[in-house]
């Protein structure tokens, strides 16, 4: 079945840099794009970041454009979000995305 495993999440300072990771598994994971969302406390799930599954296309969200970088491993079926230049707003849990699959979400707070 179609699983998708986020893990990195966690306590950082405001300035800090957290790199997530999202396993997949259960699917062709090369011939799709995956996403990631976050949610946080009270607020509804925002969407933070794509990456097409082919021709290495990404898009980000206005508010973590230039902090954030998707990435993704076709061989280890796994895609990354590597976040630089956190700050406190960024608090959330984070999930991957693929269609109507969802992970089980990783939570990162950041506080000083």
């Known amino acids: 079945q179609v699983q998708l495993v986020e893990s990195g999440g966690g306590l950082v300072q405001p300035g800090g840099s957290l790199r997530l990771s999202c396993a997949a598994s259960?699917?062709?994971?090369?011939?799709?794009?995956i996403k990631w969302y976050r949610q946080a406390l009270g607020k509804d799930r925002e969407w933070v970041a794509f990456?097409?599954?082919?021709?290495?296309?990404?898009n980000y969200a206005d508010s973590v454009k230039g902090r954030f970088t998707i990435s993704r491993d076709n061989v280890k079926k796994t895609v990354y979000l590597q976040m630089n230049s956190l700050k406190p707003e960024d608090t959330a849990v984070y999930y991957c995305?693929?269609?109507?699959?969802w992970g089980q979400g990783t939570q990162v707070t950041v506080s000083s």
């Open positions: 990456f097409s599954s082919a021709g290495g296309t990404t």
């Open positions: 995305n693929w269609g109507a699959y």
């Open positions: 259960g699917f062709a994971f090369s011939l799709y794009a």
